[in-house]
C-alpha cells in the first residue's frame, strides 16, 4: 500500500466546472506539498501547506493533518488547467509522492 | 531571476555507459533534491542534499548511481554502467531550506536519459 494515495486516478471535466483531488496518507507528516506537472513535463510547485488552507488564483488548497488528508480544488476550470496534479509528503530525509491525477479539462 | 537548471536536457548512451548529470539549483538555496520519472511513473526520490551535511543514500536504486554536491551548491548525478531500466526523467530541486523547514520546491526542467 502506497503511503501517499490520490484519487481520481484521472478526472475529465467540462470548462467551468469546479474541481476536486483528494489526498490520503498513511504516514505521520506536518505539511503537504501539491505540485502540477504540465504535458510538457515541467513541474511546478503549487502549494505547500501544513494546516487550514491555502488559496492562489482560482486554486484552493486544504489540509487536515488529524483525518490524514488533502484536498486540491480548482474553481472555473480552463482547458489550460489540463495537467497532472502531484501531492507530496516530506517523511524525514525523503519524500513520499501520490501516483499523480491526470486532469483534462475539455473546452 | 535564475531558475534551476539541468544540463544535459537530452542524453542518449549505450548500455553499460557512465554518464553524469548535472544540477544548478537557485542561487542561496541550501536543500538540493534529485528525482526520477520513468516513463508513464510517477516521482520518485532519489537523494536529497541539506547543506554541508552528508546525503541519506538509501533512496538510490542501486549502487551504481551516486550523486555529490561541491562547494554547497552544483550538484552531479553519476550512473555507472548504465543499463536500459535507468532510462528516465531525472530531475532536480532545490529550496531555500530543507525538508524539514517545509519550504517550496523549485524544479529544474529534467534531464531525459534514454540507454539504448
Known amino acids: 500500500k502506497n503511503e501517499v494515495e490520490q484519487s481520481p486516478q484521472n478526472l475529465t471535466a467540462q470548462e467551468g466546472e469546479f474541481i476536486t483531488i483528494n489526498c490520503s496518507y498513511s504516514?505521520?507528516?506536518?505539511?503537504l506539498h501539491w505540485l502540477q506537472q504540465h504535458p510538457g513535463g515541467g513541474i511546478v510547485s503549487l502549494f505547500m501547506?501544513?494546516?487550514g488552507k491555502k488559496k492562489h488564483g482560482r486554486l484552493i488548497a486544504t489540509i487536515n493533518i488529524q483525518e490524514k488528508h488533502s484536498s486540491l480544488h480548482i474553481t472555473a476550470s480552463h482547458p489550460r488547467d489540463s495537467a497532472v496534479y502531484i501531492c507530496a509528503a516530506p517523511l524525514g530525509n525523503d519524500m513520499r509522492f501520490g501516483a499523480g491525477t491526470r486532469l483534462t479539462v475539455k473546452p | 531571476g535564475a531558475g534551476v537548471s539541468q544540463s544535459p536536457s537530452n542524453k542518449v548512451t549505450e548500455k553499460g555507459k557512465d554518464v553524469e548529470l548535472r544540477c544548478d539549483p537557485i542561487?542561496?538555496?541550501?536543500?538540493l533534491y534529485w528525482y526520477r520519472q520513468s516513463l508513464g511513473q510517477g516521482l520518485e526520490f532519489l537523494i536529497y542534499?541539506?547543506?554541508?551535511?552528508?546525503?541519506?543514500k538509501s533512496g538510490l536504486p542501486s549502487d551504481r548511481f551516486s550523486a555529490e554536491r561541491t562547494g554547497g551548491s552544483v550538484s552531479t548525478l553519476t550512473i555507472q554502467r548504465t543499463q536500459q531500466e535507468d532510462s528516465a526523467v531525472y530531475l532536480c530541486?532545490?529550496?531555500?531550506?530543507?525538508?524539514?523547514?517545509?519550504?517550496?520546491?523549485?524544479f529544474g526542467p529534467g534531464t531525459r536519459l534514454t540507454v539504448l
Open positions: 504516514v505521520g507528516i506536518s505539511a
Open positions: 542561487s542561496g538555496h541550501t536543500a
Open positions: 530541486a532545490s529550496s531555500l531550506e530543507g525538508l524539514a523547514s517545509y519550504n517550496e520546491q523549485f
Open positions: 501547506l501544513s494546516s
Open positions: 542534499f541539506q547543506g554541508n551535511s552528508a546525503p541519506d
